[in-house]
């Protein structure tokens, strides 16, 4: 069963647009969420993570908006740069587990 | 950036040798994961420790997949006969102790097994 789900699988925005990447979850438990920025040829790279206290944490022009009733999250990022074309992964985590799960990835694409 | 480094980046084997990868975490971080990541770009876990105990092993890893986080020395995963399914990005990553100490990975190793 897929814990973590993301959609869409790929996007494609304009040079100065807003992307707009959907996370959703299975485990109520799970109350971190880490998004992850991977470039070919890299490993993953942390973006900005939020806890499912909050509702809402920006950096930058990476904004995540979380909805623990719904079990659902999403990443934007404003003013997008060609320089933000890479695959980003959510991930979710219970803090009383060592483990990360992680979805399938949006790859996106910004068009200059 | 992140400061867990991988060896080797790439790496090339038939099919019933064996390949062998290693990860330096980053400093002060006691947790260690490895993390399978196919062509597909699902993260498969593999095991982690804290220090160098084991915390959590997946079944498969206990079959071919053999790894190990001896105190001063680098950590490895190492897979004893190699398939053509092996063939992935094998990711290693740190975290330090605490509720919201997060993933830092390394570039990875990626492993072709013809």
């Known amino acids: 069963q897929q814990q973590v789900r993301q959609s869409p699988q790929s996007l494609t925005v304009w040079e100065g647009e807003t992307a707009i990447l959907n996370c959703s979850y299975e485990n109520s438990a799970f109350d971190y969420f880490p998004w992850y920025q991977q470039f070919p040829g890299e490993g993953p790279a942390l973006l900005i993570a939020i806890r499912s206290v909050s509702d809402k944490k920006e950096d930058g022009r990476f904004t995540i908006f979380f909805n623990k009733r719904e079990k659902k999250l999403s990443l934007h990022i404003t003013d997008s740069q060609p320089g933000d074309s890479a695959t980003y992964f959510c991930a979710a985590r219970n803090t009383g587990y060592q483990n990360f799960y992680f979805g399938k990835g949006t790859s996106l694409t910004v068009i200059p | 950036n992140s400061k867990v480094i991988q060896t080797p980046r790439y790496l090339v084997k038939g099919q019933g040798q064996k390949a062998k990868m290693r990860c330096i975490p980053e400093k002060g971080h006691p947790v260690v994961f490895w993390y399978q990541q196919n062509k597909n770009n699902e993260f498969k876990f593999l095991i982690n420790?804290?220090?160098?105990?084991?915390?959590?092993q997946i079944d498969m890893t206990e079959k071919r997949f053999s790894a190990e986080c001896p105190s001063n020395s680098p950590c490895s995963l190492e897979i004893q006969s190699s398939e053509a399914g092996d063939s992935a990005l094998y990711l290693c990553?740190?975290?330090?102790?605490?509720?919201?100490?997060?993933?830092?990975f390394g570039a990875g190793t990626r492993l072709s097994v013809l």
């Open positions: 420790f804290q220090n160098q105990e084991v915390l959590q």
């Open positions: 990553a740190s975290r330090g102790l605490g509720s919201q100490n997060t993933l830092y």
